[in-house]
């Protein structure tokens, strides 16, 4: 069964300050990693995925992610944080080839931008 | 032009009703999810349908079911609602198997409160 593991239930950094949200993952085979970001009172937006190729993928307002096979983990960064950056965010993942098509989610990280 | 609609954005009802939420797609994705959010912002799948095939989380009271009239809509119905079903329901689509390195696209969430 795949599984997402995200271990900081907040991350708090200052404006301008580069920005990183863990994420941990388990799947059989190749997986499909995806970033989701969550504010107040909204649904989840997608930021950015990793499919294949390139470890390093640039998605939506800057942010960026790196995929490490080795230690089967996918971190969201941003090098200058902005104030309305203040989000949850979710990592999800799913097997690359055969299992369940449907994504697995993680327990979601409050990021919080102090200015 | 939403994406992915769900009504009522909110609900509130008491104990014992029997209530739905309805929730259509126009991005013609063959697959429809419904997602429960809890007080601690946990992501739980409860359905996913795709082409007529229904896959349920096995931890769902059988007090909620999901109906498809078509592909373009999943609603999700709630007999005998209890102080515990109170929560964010999202529903969301995507290609499903078709193409499951596609991400997947939230509607804005309906809060639903049981008093």
């Known amino acids: 069964a795949q599984s997402v593991a995200q271990p900081e239930d907040q991350v708090n950094v200052a404006e301008g300050n580069p920005l990183t949200v863990k994420c941990t993952y388990s799947v059989s085979g190749n997986p499909y990693l995806f970033w989701y970001v969550q504010y107040p009172n909204r649904g989840l937006q997608f930021l950015l995925k990793?499919?294949?190729?390139?470890?390093l993928v640039k998605g939506s307002y800057g942010f960026e992610a790196e995929f490490n096979k080795s230690q089967t983990s996918f971190h969201l960064k941003k090098p200058s944080a902005l104030v309305s950056d203040s989000a949850l965010y979710f990592c999800a993942v799913r097997p690359g080839a055969g299992g369940s098509y449907i994504p697995t989610f993680g327990r979601g990280t409050s990021l919080i931008v102090h200015p | 032009d939403t994406a992915v609609s769900q009504t009522p954005k909110y609900l509130v009802t008491q104990m014992g009703n029997d209530k739905s939420i309805k929730c259509e797609q126009n991005?013609?994705?063959?697959?429809m999810y419904w997602y429960k959010q809890d007080s601690k912002k946990f992501l739980k799948i409860m359905f996913s349908?795709?082409?007529?095939?229904?896959?349920i989380n096995e931890t769902v009271p059988n007090r909620f079911s999901p109906k498809s009239p078509d592909k373009a809509h999943l609603n999700l119905h709630i007999n005998s609602l209890e102080l515990g079903d109170s929560a964010v329901y999202f529903c969301?689509?995507?290609?499903?198997?078709?193409?499951?390195?596609?991400?997947?696209?939230f509607g804005q969430g309906t809060r639903l409160t049981v008093v």
């Open positions: 991005l013609g994705h063959d697959t």
């Open positions: 990793y499919i294949t190729g390139d470890n």
């Open positions: 969301a689509s995507s290609l499903g198997r078709v193409r499951t390195d596609t991400e997947a696209f």
């Open positions: 349908y795709n082409n007529k095939e229904l896959i």
